[in-house]
């Protein structure tokens, strides 16, 4: 065998023996594998609860790159994960306050059925008015006031009179005041009395008084001025006046 023939020979049995070597680690699992032929390992991430309340999962995918940002994953090889989300909940609103039942108004003060807001006062323009001085009871004046007009009207409170000059009117006698304001129909007539002058003379600042006035309330501007007799009579300070009353026997009981 020549010396060429030799070496030919040896180097094909190192290349068999290299061949034999390599596929001998590679069924016993050494060496090195291939990275884009490995699997990844799964991941499942949980994103930070968002601001709204809503909670954001998502299932990673298979491969070897890892997480991205929004919760998927991709790879070389691996399929991208999934972006689970589920829906977020909106804070529930308060629910409105219920209003408070509107406060009920208080019902109007109960009084006589004879209201002020609802009368209609009598006035020297639709009626008559006459002072007669009467016999019993001594020193008293009788004031009559008849409707002359078409509508009821009413005689409210007690008259206020003025005697000739005087610059005060009498007080009423609050005890002859009535359950009801006095409502004149057409033709029907009112009545007061006046207290002149104390019975049995005990009475100061005398006068005689030859003109009368007679305002019909308090309130009233404008006054009837009924004729005196023709003497005058006599009023001092014990003078005072009754409330309106419906017949003449009330009136002159005071």
Request: hydrophobic share 30%; aromatic share 4%; glycine share 14%.
């Amino acid at each position: 065998m020549s010396a060429r023939t030799h070496r030919t020979r040896m180097l094909v049995a190192a290349a068999l023996t290299a061949a034999t070597l390599t596929l001998t680690a590679c069924n016993s699992g050494e060496g090195v594998k291939d990275e884009g032929a490995s699997t990844g390992s799964s991941a499942t991430a949980t994103a930070s609860p968002k601001a709204n309340g809503g909670t954001s999962t998502g299932t990673g995918g298979t491969g070897a790159a890892g997480l991205t940002s929004d919760g998927s994953t991709a790879g070389a090889a691996g399929t991208s994960g999934t972006k689970g989300s589920s829906g977020s909940t909106g804070s529930t609103g308060a629910s409105g306050s219920t209003g408070s039942t509107g406060s009920t108004g208080s019902s109007g003060s109960t009084g006589s059925d004879d209201s002020e807001a609802t009368l209609t006062p009598c006035t020297p323009a639709a009626t008559r008015t006459t002072a007669t001085e009467v016999s019993r009871p001594l020193n008293h004046l009788l004031l009559t006031v008849t409707n002359t007009g078409s509508k009821n009207c009413d005689l409210i409170g007690h008259p206020a009179v003025r005697f000739g000059e005087a610059q005060s009117v009498p007080p009423a006698i609050e005890d002859s005041k009535p359950q009801a304001v006095v409502t004149l129909a057409p033709g029907e007539s009112g009545y007061a009395s006046v207290v002149l002058s104390a019975a049995d003379g005990s009475g100061s600042g005398g006068y005689t008084a030859k003109s009368l006035a007679v305002y019909f309330d308090m309130d009233a501007s404008d006054a009837a001025r009924p004729s005196l007799p023709a003497k005058g009579v006599y009023v001092d300070d014990s003078v005072r006046v009754s409330y309106w009353q419906s017949t003449m026997a009330d009136a002159l009981t005071w």
